[in-house]
């Protein structure tokens, strides 16, 4: 139980009073969802779009975020999912929550290879493991 609490979490509370399970943004102690930036900035998108009261939609989010890496990539994908799962059920709602689970699957597929490469290719290792072309010599 007490894994879970190993990634770094948001530090915010969801609107049922539970503690938000999102991963926050970089260099940032909350989510998305409750970054104080970052509900400022929607905010202000969302006066300027003219629409009071209205839930900002994931795309008036993504305007808020630069997507530096599969890390954001991710979160976006999570912001995503979170408000897909809010909409009424639906064989499209359904869709669209499998088409998000593939596409994050895949990013976080790339994301856990290039740490085994960097893994691989960190100074410690280099010697550690005979090279091909060195190995060739001693006969
Ligand atoms: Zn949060």
Redesign the pocket.
């Known amino acids: 139980m007490s894994k879970t609490h190993l990634r770094r979490q948001?530090q915010?509370t969801t609107r049922t009073g539970n503690e938000?399970r999102?991963q926050p943004l970089k260099g940032s102690k909350?989510?998305w969802?409750?970054d104080p930036k970052v509900v400022a900035d929607r905010a202000h998108a969302r006066s300027r779009g003219g629409a009071a009261g209205k839930r900002a939609t994931p795309s008036e989010m993504a305007g808020t975020i630069s997507l530096q890496g599969p890390q954001e990539a991710l979160l976006l994908l999570e912001v995503a999912a979170n408000e897909t799962l809010a909409l009424d059920n639906s064989a499209g709602r359904n869709r669209t929550l499998v088409q998000i689970a593939l596409a994050w699957a895949r990013v976080w597929e790339a994301v856990a290879l290039e740490h085994r490469v960097r893994a691989l290719e960190s100074p410690s290792l280099v010697g550690a493991v005979p090279h091909p072309t060195t190995t060739g010599e001693r006969s």
């Open positions: 948001c915010g938000c999102m909350w989510c969802n409750h």
